[in-house]
């Protein structure tokens, strides 16, 4: 299965700010998904994210505010923008097999927290 | 959209019994249900998958098993050890252009000693 670099593993921003993540895997992917858990809570998809085409946004989430880049096969960054304390949450980024019966594989994760 | 229904929220038993995790699903077209492990601080780890075409699966001391026509499926964990403690997910596929996975709320497990 891939193996995805994710980061920051952390970080705590000022309300107002914007952090960029980043995800880094070690093969070609179609598709990269980014997902959002809030603490003690499932995860839930933020958007799909494929190489030359704009993400896919699930409902509840717009470009506005978690802009997506995705320049080529391996690499992909979540933006979460003029953030807000309701925004601590963990990010993560999430690539599947050749098929999704191959499973997804997670980054390790980025854990905000926003003052 | 596909809904996915996880219980229960928290589940405790004594170290060598059983658990059993179940879920409900709402789109007959799923076709694929993993199950994944998150211990607490890590990223989620796929332990078990099964596909539509077979109705259970079997990889040590883990099962699981998929009941199509009542849209359920279960996790079955036997010989507990302490190192089972985790949240559990389920999730079920959905097909819309690009297939994702959507996931059920959680089960907290814990292994009493």
């Known amino acids: 299965s891939a193996v995805i670099s994710q980061k920051p593993s952390r970080d705590i921003c000022q309300r107002g700010t914007s952090l960029t993540i980043q995800c880094q895997v070690d093969s070609q992917v179609t598709m990269m998904f980014w997902y959002r858990q809030q603490p003690g809570q499932s995860l839930t998809l933020i958007a799909t994210?494929?190489?030359?085409?704009?993400?896919?946004?699930e409902s509840g989430f717009v470009i506005d505010k978690f802009p997506i880049s995705r320049p080529n096969l391996t690499f992909s960054t979540l933006t979460v923008s003029n953030m807000s304390p309701e925004d601590s949450s963990i990010y993560l980024c999430s690539v599947a097999g050749r098929s999704i019966s191959n499973g997804y594989t997670f980054g390790s994760g980025t854990r905000l927290t926003v003052v | 959209g596909e809904n996915v229904e996880q219980h229960p929220s928290t589940l405790s038993v004594q170290e060598g019994d059983s658990a059993v995790i179940k879920c409900t699903y709402s789109?007959?077209?799923?076709?694929?249900f993993p199950w994944y492990k998150q211990e607490l601080g890590k990223r989620p780890q796929l332990i078990i998958d099964?596909?539509?075409?077979?109705g259970e699966k079997k990889d040590q001391r883990i099962a699981v098993t998929l009941n199509k026509t009542a849209k359920h499926f279960s996790l079955h964990i036997t010989e507990t050890q302490p190192e089972d403690s985790a949240v559990y997910f389920c999730a079920a596929s959905i097909n819309q252009g690009a297939q994702k996975l959507v996931f059920g709320q959680g089960t907290r497990l814990t292994i009493n000693p």
């Open positions: 789109d007959s077209a799923s076709n694929y």
């Open positions: 994210a494929n190489q030359g085409s704009e993400a896919t946004y």
């Open positions: 099964i596909r539509s075409n077979v």
